[in-house]
């Protein structure tokens, strides 16, 4: 628990008193008025009010595509999202699964500035979950904790409008394969999202993104896959070496599929931020008792010291 500081006001010396208003006078006349000390956005970034959204999601139970489950976390991520100042649209589709079709639905949000710029930056996680006919699966880290972090993401980069307004947010729903993953089995929002833009040619607007999955692993070590953007990769090095996080981040040994891979197939370099070491991954264990406020904080604070200090600049 963060200790608060306290700071205690002692009475102004009378020369004070006078010599205050007279260097505020020569700001004036200069053109300089004191400026109120900002924080950064990363400092705004709350582990437990990302925990709370996790909890919310799986306290609906397991989401597979298509269940009642999912519905209800579409309406939940939807009025978050407007709380906090962004537009929400659904980009509904159907596809051929191994077992039959199935509709899914993407959620997509942009912020609302009356002419502000095109988003140039995604920021995406899976909502689903995987689904099983022999467990209950509630997804709390995977699919719940890079849900719950969005959300969060999203209230504190309202806090900024014109930081907003760069990024597009995207929750992908069908990340997960009902067999094995393949080119027509699992990242189905994803890879539908991704052949829109590419449809339309409008993916070059992006130059980058960050897709998060299963980052609330109380025994964090986010491994960034061997095949991440380089400069991305040492972007997101650089910011938590910043905020003394770096202990947290490394590198996998080997590639990864994941909703950012049909991303980088069309030209937008984007990184998975991704905790892989954990043991609990589909199966039934996989609920909120694994996931920390502590661990959802580290990564929340590290994306947005990134999104602010490089990928938005």
Not at 47 to 72: M, N, Y
Not at 170 to 176: I, M, R
Request: glycine share 8%; net charge negative.
């Amino acid at each position: 628990m963060a200790q608060r500081a306290f700071s205690f006001v002692r009475r102004p010396h009378s020369t004070a008193l006078f010599f205050f208003p007279f260097v505020l006078f020569l700001s004036i006349i200069r053109g300089e008025l004191p400026r109120p000390s900002q924080a950064g956005i990363w400092e705004e970034f709350s582990g437990e009010k990302a925990l709370t959204h996790v909890q919310r999601l799986v306290d609906f139970g397991p989401r597979p595509p298509g269940s009642d489950a999912i519905e209800k976390s579409r309406d939940y991520i939807d009025n978050q999202l407007r709380l906090s100042g962004w537009r929400v649209t659904r980009q509904t589709f159907t596809d051929d699964t191994p077992r039959g079709k199935v509709r899914f639905v993407n959620i997509i949000a942009r912020f609302a500035v009356p002419g502000g710029p095109a988003p140039s930056f995604l920021l995406c996680s899976h909502y689903d979950t995987k689904a099983f006919d022999t467990i209950r699966f509630v997804g709390a880290n995977d699919g719940g904790s890079s849900t719950g972090l969005l959300l969060e993401l999203a209230r504190v980069l309202g806090l900024q409008p014109n930081l907003a307004a760069k990024v597009e947010l995207v929750f992908f729903d069908g990340e997960e394969a009902y067999e094995n993953f393949s080119e027509t089995d699992g990242l189905y929002g994803s890879r539908y999202f991704a052949r829109q833009l590419a449809d339309a040619r409008t993916g070059k607007q992006f130059r980058g993104g960050i897709l998060f999955d299963m980052v609330g692993d109380r025994s964090l070590d986010i491994t960034l896959p061997a095949d991440s953007p380089a400069q991305m990769a040492r972007d997101i090095f650089a910011s938590a070496d910043a905020l003394k996080l770096r202990s947290y981040f490394t590198y996998f040994d080997r590639e990864m599929t994941d909703d950012h891979t049909p991303l980088n197939r069309i030209g937008i370099p984007t990184l998975d931020v991704i905790d892989f070491d954990f043991p609990w991954w589909h199966t039934a264990d996989d609920t909120v008792d694994k996931v920390s406020a502590e661990s959802l904080k580290v990564v929340g604070s590290v994306a947005a010291y990134y999104l602010s200090e490089f990928a938005l600049k």
